[in-house]
């Protein structure tokens, strides 16, 4: 089935350093789009990218989606305790269903 | 204020019991979905429905039902016949236009079975 494989599961920085989770796609996306889940919280919508090699940052954010529009990034410069949390990508399937096909997520811990 | 609720927030049942969650948008949204998330884990869709009247099982339908009788409602019910159905259960919606289809979601369901 369609799938979407998101490295690593875990990752622990220290409040500075910088992160950046993973997203590759067995098959090729229309859209990629990136949540954050604070713990005990429910997903909140980051950002979308359509287009192939389309970056977008929102501040110490930087997300990425790849040429063939089958991998995604997010990089995150000097990490705050803030950023605590998981992050999720997910996309459509070009040419498939309209349901969103979510990765596992990334939980990032932060020391301060 | 526009958005999207659940309720209850945390509930409470015995074992062989069904259960319905709520979840009501008022974001005039033609999708809607559930997703269980377990522990650790990332987001299972068990239901969606892409219009009022018309749902489609994900990839854990069973054990679960739902209805899509209002275009703001899509309740799940949590039937004595899954096996495991502590979870939290999160419900969402969006439009149908895959340019701008970012998912809303609820605050989500705590449910227990004791």
């Known amino acids: 089935g369609q799938q979407v494989m998101q490295i690593p599961q875990y990752q622990h920085v220290q409040e500075g350093e910088d992160f950046t989770t993973y997203c590759n796609s067995s098959t090729t996306l229309s859209n990629i789009q990136w949540y954050k889940q604070r713990p005990g919280g429910h997903p909140v919508f980051l950002i979308q990218l359509v287009k192939s090699g389309e970056v977008k940052k929102q ?3 930087t997300f990425q989606f790849g040429e063939a529009k089958k991998n995604s990034s997010l990089h995150i410069t000097a ?3 803030t950023d605590v949390g998981t992050y999720f990508c997910a996309g459509n399937v070009q040419g498939g269903s309209e349901k969103l096909v979510f990765g596992k997520g990334t939980k990032l811990t932060v020391n301060p | 204020d526009g958005g999207i609720t659940q309720s209850p927030k945390y509930l409470f049942r015995k ?3 069904n259960v319905t969650l709520s979840c ?4 005039n949204h033609d999708a809607m979905y559930w997703y269980r998330q377990d522990p650790g884990q990332g987001l299972r ?3 969606y429905s892409q219009i009022v009247n018309d749902f489609q099982k994900g990839d854990i ?7 899509r009788e209002k275009k703001e409602s899509f309740p799940l019910t949590v039937t004595s016949a899954q ?3 502590t979870a939290f259960y999160l419900c969402a919606s969006s439009t149908r236009d895959y340019r701008y289809n ?3 979601f609820g605050p989500g369901t705590r449910l227990t079975v004791l």
């Not at chain 2, 339908?61 to 209805?67: F, K, L, N, Q």
């Open chain 1, 59 to 61: 501040k110490r954010l």
């Open chain 2, 24 to 27: 009501e948008q008022n974001l």
């Open chain 2, 45 to 47: 869709l068990i239901y």
């Open chain 2, 83 to 85: 096996k495991n159905p």
């Open chain 2, 102 to 104: 970012e998912q809303f």
């Open chain 2, 61 to 67: 339908a069973e054990g679960y039902s739902v209805s």
């Open chain 1, 79 to 81: 990490t705050q305790t």
């Open chain 2, 15 to 17: 074992e062989g019991q």
